[in-house]
């Protein structure tokens, strides 16, 4: 696989919401995204009959007109039941006079089905596939997916397009009824981002603002690959940035900050593996195990509690957690 050593990107696209997404998920490698506006670049027609062809397409045209290596992709959702359909036509299935209407482009869906009496479960798959090309005519392919059923009538009002329709494979919601940070982190387009993340180095330092980060050298969190490892977090209150009296109150805000951490990464608590409590008095095992309990639950991570000094007395409880996704 060919390394992406530059420091800019284009990606090749005009949805400006995209282009913002592209550029916080890769801040954290140094990458700067430029996006087709930035060069006033025309869309190409997009011929192809497969995912991977028309974002080849897209990648290709902008990286041999601006000269920068170029990331493109192109999604959408198969219905077995339709031999895949809508597939690369799924925006198309949305195509109105006066723009795109997705309540429509479900409504044909599920109609199609009906007409056919497709069978239950309707199974369906949402696919992604990023391609990254240079200007010397090289690429590199990444497929993501997730595999569900389609659901009727449709359910929930988050996302996009097809989700309120689209029930993924291990949950009783739709995309629609999902919180966007647990969609975020099973998608298919996430999916697809972890792979092409390997083109980066695949290590990714995750950074809470502190100025005391670049001081001593670390970072509130480092990513590799799919494992994420999160430093040290001591029990200050996130807002006043003082130490509560209790090492409960403590343990508590120490969690809160880790599950956040976890979650604006793709994470979630049930992905923790491992986790390391220090703290300063033997006597705070009992105070704490409501937050553990509470964090935790049945996922009962490998863990160890050792008993220390900390670098501010007012400091009782400091942990640090290891996560692995799937």
Not at 36 to 46: G, H, K, M, S, V
Not at 295 to 313: H, K, Q, S
Request: proline share 6%.
């Amino acid at each position: 696989m060919r390394k992406f050593t530059g420091k800019t990107l284009l990606f090749a696209t005009h949805n400006a919401g995209k282009v913002e997404e592209m550029r916080a998920l890769l801040a954290p490698y140094g990458i700067e995204v430029k996006s087709n506006a930035d060069f006033n670049l025309p869309e190409p027609e997009e011929t192809g009959t497969t995912f991977a062809e028309n974002a080849r397409i897209k990648a290709h045209a902008a990286a041999q007109a601006t000269g920068l290596p170029a990331l493109s992709d192109d999604s959408g959702i198969e219905v077995d039941a339709l031999g895949g359909a809508p597939g690369v036509y799924t925006a198309d299935w949305a195509e109105t006079p006066n723009g795109r209407d997705f309540t429509m482009a479900m409504t044909k869906t599920w109609t199609e089905c009906e007409k056919i009496a497709a069978p239950f479960p309707r199974t369906a798959r949402f696919r992604s596939t990023l391609v990254l090309a240079w200007p010397d005519g090289h690429d590199e392919i990444f497929d993501g997916k997730v595999e569900g059923q389609l659901v009727w009538p449709m359910r929930g009002t988050h996302g996009h397009g097809y989700d309120p329709m689209f029930q993924p494979d291990g949950y009783d919601i739709t995309f629609g009824e999902m919180e966007p940070a647990e969609k975020n982190r099973i998608s298919h387009r996430a999916n697809a981002f972890r792979k092409l993340v390997t083109c980066f180095g695949g290590r990714r330092n995750v950074s809470s603002g502190s100025p005391y980060e670049p001081k001593l050298g670390y970072s509130r969190a480092v990513m590799q690959g799919d494992w994420c490892f999160v430093a040290g977090t001591t029990g200050a209150d996130p807002v006043t940035r003082t130490f509560p009296d209790s090492v409960l109150d403590q343990a508590r805000n120490a969690l809160a900050t880790i599950r956040g951490v976890l979650e604006a990464q793709g994470f979630s608590l049930s992905d923790v593996v491992r986790a390391n409590y220090v703290i300063t008095d033997p006597s705070y095992v009992e105070a704490i195990i409501p937050a553990l309990s509470e964090t935790f639950g049945e996922i009962r991570p490998a863990a160890m509690m050792i008993v220390a000094g900390l670098v501010n007395p007012a400091m009782k409880i400091e942990i640090e957690v290891t996560a692995l996704r799937g």
